[in-house]
């Protein structure tokens, strides 16, 4: 069945960075365009960044010049490096598999000094 595990979360300063990661298994991971979503308290969930197959990738506005999505295809792992946080960045962090409705359970993500 599909999987996905979300790690690399946590409490960090306004201006610091998060590394996410997110591990995949039960399926063939190279064959499907990978996504991060995150969701604050009270908000909608949101799109934050999509790298397909081909490693093309795209971004939500509100994070585009401080968020890096990148994939391991040797790993079945797909990142989000998060520069230049800030406060408005705090929200549980989701993966999703395009293709599907297969999410991860999420990790939160808090900045604050």
């Known amino acids: 069945q599909v999987q996905l595990v979300e790690s690399g979360g946590g409490l960090v300063q306004p201006g610091g960075s998060l590394r996410l990661s997110c591990a995949a298994s039960?399926?063939?991971?190279?064959?499907?365009?990978m996504s991060w979503y995150r969701q604050a308290p009270g908000k909608e969930r949101e799109l934050v960044a999509i790298i397909t197959t081909g490693t093309r990738t795209n971004y939500g506005d509100s994070v585009k010049g401080r968020f890096t999505i990148s994939r391991d295809n040797t790993k079945n792992t797909v990142y989000l490096q998060m520069n230049s946080l800030r406060p408005e960045d705090t929200a549980v962090y989701y993966c999703?598999?395009?293709?599907?409705?297969?999410w991860g359970r999420g990790t939160q993500v808090t900045v604050s000094s």
């Open positions: 039960g399926f063939t991971f190279r064959n499907y365009a």
């Open positions: 999703k598999r395009q293709g599907g409705d297969y």
